[in-house]
């Protein structure tokens, strides 16, 4: 260790910091989103960028270049949470999606299925879920730069 800066040791070396991947959580439930930030934040995965709704989801998009989207089951959208998760992945094919929904899994796989995109979530959580469950998901399908 070199001398100290301003009563801060500094290391000899210097370390590479990892960036936190970039979170955008559409969930219209304040409370639920803040459990999931939360629950990122302690394993370590940073936070999110929460919006309530499909259009502040799709407006942040053009502000910031995320790695991932995680989408609750009752987003308010014009056109549904499916048409969200569709104009989502074609305007943003190597972003991933994952579902969190109360919403039986067999529904939403016909929801998706019925829409031409069976592959369109790459994880379907099911509401309530353990947090290790949602830790696993995000560290699995977030963008790799």
Known sequence: MNGGI??????NKIVAVQKLPAILLIEKEPITAKLMIRQMRNSGLGTATHVLSGAEALAQVQKTDFDLFIMGSSVPYVKGRTKLACELKLNYPNINIIS?????????????????????FKAYIITPYDEQVLVRAVAQYVRQN
């Open 100 to 120: 969190v929904s109360t919403i039986n899994l067999d529904d939403i796989r016909k929801e998706v299925a019925a829409a031409g995109v069976p592959d369109l």
């Open 6 to 11: 301003g009563g801060m040791v500094v290391p």
